[in-house]
């Protein structure tokens, strides 16, 4: 298994993953599964500024994480929200811990102070698997989407990345050198 940045030829793998939540859960709050030119734009916005990592056997793409921005106001720059997703076939091999661990990495690499997880509830998987991490439980909306024939509360987990005053802005993802990058795991374009 290689953990690589997302790109092009991976964006179908990244679709079939995310459909199934889509589809048979209420872990997404999307109702249509977004088409390959509408995933492909969300990843490469992402990659603009934060990092969308895959993970990858044989060509064939098993999960992937990324982060986004948390909100627009100017003091929250150093705030992230994290998503992973792992196709269901292969959930509880380590895939979505060892592609958290290297975006978690990357985000503090890049100065993000506070990075924020939310869970469609219930789902104890998911709040297992961040608090394995050390988030930490910071409230719930009640009711707030409406999936799967019901309301559906969603919990919010953040985890403290990089304790005190930030030192500058974050820097984009792309700004890491390349050396660091592969110290996390991430190999090159082949």
């Given at each position: 298994m290689?953990?690589?940045?997302?790109?092009?030829?991976?964006?179908?793998?990244?679709?079939?993953?995310y459909?199934?939540s889509?589809?048979?859960?209420?872990?997404?709050?999307?109702?249509?599964?977004p088409?390959?030119?509408?995933?492909?734009?969300?990843?490469?916005?992402?990659?603009?500024?934060?990092?969308?990592?895959?993970?990858?056997?044989?060509?064939?793409?098993?999960?992937?994480?990324?982060?986004?921005?948390?909100?627009?106001?100017?003091?929250?720059?150093w705030?992230?929200?994290?998503?992973?997703?792992?196709?269901?076939?292969?959930?509880?091999?380590?895939?979505?811990?060892?592609?958290?661990?290297?975006?978690?990495?990357?985000?503090t690499?890049?100065?993000?102070?506070?990075?924020?997880?939310?869970?469609?509830?219930?789902?104890?998987?998911?709040?297992?698997?961040?608090?394995?991490?050390?988030?930490?439980?910071?409230?719930?909306?009640?009711?707030?989407?409406?999936?799967?024939?019901?309301?559906v509360d969603?919990?919010?987990?953040q985890l403290?990345?990089?304790?005190?005053?930030?030192?500058?802005?974050?820097?984009?993802?792309?700004?890491?050198?390349?050396?660091?990058?592969?110290?996390?795991?991430?190999?090159?374009?082949?």
């Amino acid at each position: 298994m290689i953990i690589k940045i997302a790109e092009s030829s991976h964006i179908q793998g990244i679709l079939d993953i995310y459909a199934r939540s889509i589809e048979d859960s209420h872990t997404s709050f999307e109702y249509q599964i977004p088409s390959f030119e509408e995933m492909k734009k969300r990843v490469e916005q992402t990659l603009r500024y934060y990092p969308w990592i895959i993970v990858e056997s044989e060509r064939r793409v098993l999960g992937y994480a990324y982060a986004t921005r948390f909100r627009t106001r100017k003091a929250y720059d150093w705030v992230c929200e994290s998503s992973v997703y792992v196709h269901p076939h292969m959930q509880s091999r380590g895939i979505g811990s060892q592609l958290y661990k290297v975006l978690l990495a990357l985000l503090t690499t890049q100065g993000i102070h506070q990075c924020i997880a939310g869970v469609a509830l219930p789902n104890e998987a998911s709040i297992k698997f961040h608090e394995k991490f050390g988030f930490q439980y910071a409230g719930v909306f009640k009711k707030v989407g409406y999936k799967t024939e019901r309301w559906v509360d969603v919990g919010f987990w953040q985890l403290e990345l990089k304790p005190g005053p930030p030192a500058s802005t974050p820097i984009p993802w792309h700004q890491i050198p390349f050396e660091e990058l592969e110290g996390f795991g991430i190999k090159k374009k082949m």
